[in-house]
């Protein structure tokens, strides 16, 4: 077990300055049971920058926890402009949001970060406390800041988020949804069993399923505008 303020497992850093992409290729083996110290951070993987890119094509992210007093971390962070691809393998069983992808810069023009789903499985995850609001969403996917999160396979399944969407948070961000699955997850105490669409974000859907979702209003998607 590792343990850090962020980036638990892998923690990629990609300056400003940098000119060419920092990557990890992830082609098998596990990153699990890490732990994040710090409040709304990443438990296992960390990607920073605008050259930061992270591509799994097969093994496991599981089993990490971060969750730092009653806020929710995730277990994968995108940030400040950072890149994932998931082409396969599996994003599972984590405390805190499977994938949180955000941007947070002190600086404009902001630099937004994105997520590429191809294949693989989001399954699993969940978020239990009441504070941290945003976080306390999206127990599979956060996406939020203006971030980009397209889902052209795989599957988004069996998560459990304890306020707004079970599968998808998309908060002010865009989702783009070409093929993939998203089934049985559950916003527990909220909308958005599936999807939850909130505060200006944009859902663009010309694919996939989205079935058997649970939630105390709009089971499959709940478009929220506050």
Partial sequence: KNEANNGGGVYINSRSSDTSFTIFTMKGGSISGNLCRKNVEAAAVYVKGKNAKFVM???????????????NGCAVKVDMGGYFE??????????????????????????????????????????????????AGGAGVLVEDGCTFTMNGGAITGNTAFSYGGGIYIVDATFVMNDGDI??????NEGGGGVCVSNGA?????????????????????????
């Fill in 57 to 71: 094509n097969y093994g496991l992210i599981e089993e990490n926890i971060a969750q730092f007093g009653t806020n």
């Fill in 86 to 135: 998931l082409n396969g393998g599996t994003i599972s069983n984590n405390k805190g949001n499977g994938v949180s992808v955000t941007t947070y810069n002190w600086n404009t023009p902001f630099v937004y970060s994105s997520f590429t789903m191809n294949d693989g499985t989001i399954t699993g995850n969940e978020t239990t406390t009441t504070s941290g609001a945003t976080h």
């Fill in 183 to 188: 089934t049985e997850n559950t916003a527990t």
């Fill in 202 to 226: 944009t859902m663009e859907m010309f694919g996939g399923s989205i079935t058997e979702n649970n939630a105390q209003y709009g089971g499959g998607v709940y478009i929220n505008s506050s």
